[in-house]
């Protein structure tokens, strides 16, 4: 059952209450894909490769020509539309821990649980790059020397973050500090 959801262009951000357990809390990230940008990608593979099969048959050009044009396709297509994650979800059991959850759109799935008492502290941080700035959400874990990001692939903004955090920070017992 859904309690709560947020939507942008580009993420669902969706609270779930799945079991009737009120202890398990479930937030999921949802990634949107375009269709215009998917049509937009497979149009323009199509008239690169529309062109080389041309040149081949009409100009008599070199058969590597269409085979280099190919390559360049699968590169193009890969690269525009290459991002295989279709969600990203953080599973609060408040009793043992944090399950942080990858699902790809082959189906595969990966998790990694975070005991609840090795959890010092849940952060948002804000990433600069040269190219972007962004929000993520860590986690400060005892003993190690680097935080476990929560979404690692993708990047939700801040609005739908701060639920996320503030329900880890209830689950974990740290004080929510601006």
């Known amino acids: 059952m859904v309690k ?9 951000y969706v609270h779930d209450q799945k079991y009737p357990s009120e202890d398990v809390d479930i937030h999921h990230i949802v990634s949107r894909k375009s269709i215009a940008k998917s049509l937009l990608v497979y149009t323009s593979a199509f008239l690169v490769l529309a062109c080389s099969i041309y040149l081949y048959v009409l100009e008599e050009k070199s058969v590597g020509l269409v085979y280099y044009s190919l390559l360049f396709d699968i590169f193009l297509v890969k690269l525009l539309l290459g991002k295989p994650v279709k969600k990203e979800s953080v599973v609060i059991m408040p009793a043992f821990g944090v399950q942080l959850e990858t699902h790809y759109m082959s189906g595969k799935v990966i998790r990694c649980f975070v005991p609840i008492d090795k959890i010092l502290k849940p952060v948002l941080v804000e990433c600069v790059t040269p190219v972007t700035c962004y929000w993520t959400l860590s986690l400060i874990i005892d003993g190690e020397s680097e935080m476990v990001l929560v979404f690692k692939n993708l990047h939700p903004p801040v609005k739908m973050l701060v639920h996320v955090w503030k329900a880890l920070c209830a689950a974990t017992g740290s004080k929510e500090e601006a």
């Open 4 to 12: 709560f959801s947020i939507s942008n262009a580009k993420y669902i």
